[in-house]
């Protein structure tokens, strides 16, 4: 037994019993940490590396435990900022963030009762995927042509890679039937 994994088992247990606002600014401290160092030049021995959409990633995991007014602010606010560092028209990103909060939500009520391993990984694959085409219709209709689809694709992978790494930290523990569901 190494002496890491007393430290991670304690943190694992602060982390089950943390109340759904410490993790949701735990989740918003990530998105926006993410979010700064995509601001960062990208560019590897020429080669522009995507940056993936953390967004996208607050907005299925904060989804999958219902809706609620502080997640949709937070994903509003991360939606303007996207809009302003990639000079889409203001509220294009908020929209996809909502849009994708809203379907997480209503799938998950719908589909991950019992929250199975198939839902865990497949339904954030196909939500992230439909906000990526909600990016890619609003990019076109925005510009008046049809917008390429491979640098999407690329951060498509880049998003879903990341949410294999983080995709937990975004769970506000929030379980149907809770009394407090509705309070956040």
């Known amino acids: 037994m190494s002496r890491a994994q007393p430290r991670l088992t304690s ?20 998105v926006i940490a993410i979010g700064l160092a995509g601001l960062t030049p990208n560019v590897f021995f ?16 904060w989804g999958r435990s219902g809706l609620g007014f502080a997640p949709m602010i937070l994903l509003a606010l991360f939606g303007f900022a996207q809009d302003v560092t990639t000079s889409a028209p203001i509220g294009s990103f908020a929209l996809v963030n909502f849009l994708t909060f809203g379907a997480a939500s209503g799938l998950s009520q719908t589909f991950d009762i019992e929250r199975s391993p198939g839902m865990n990984y497949g339904l954030p694959l196909a939500l992230i995927g439909v906000g990526m085409v909600l990016v890619w219709l ?33 769970d506000l523990g929030i379980r149907r039937g809770d009394p407090g569901g509705a309070t956040l």
């Open 138 to 170: 609003l990019a076109s209709f925005a510009s008046g042509h049809i917008v390429r689809v491979i640098p999407l694709i690329s951060v498509y992978l880049a998003t879903i890679f990341l949410h294999m790494l983080i995709g937990p930290l975004f």
């Open 46 to 61: 020429d080669l522009t590396l995507s940056w993936p959409y953390a967004a996208l990633i607050a907005a299925v995991g």
């Open 11 to 30: 943190l694992a247990r602060w982390w089950q019993s943390a109340r759904a606002r410490t993790r949701l600014a735990i989740g918003a401290a990530i």
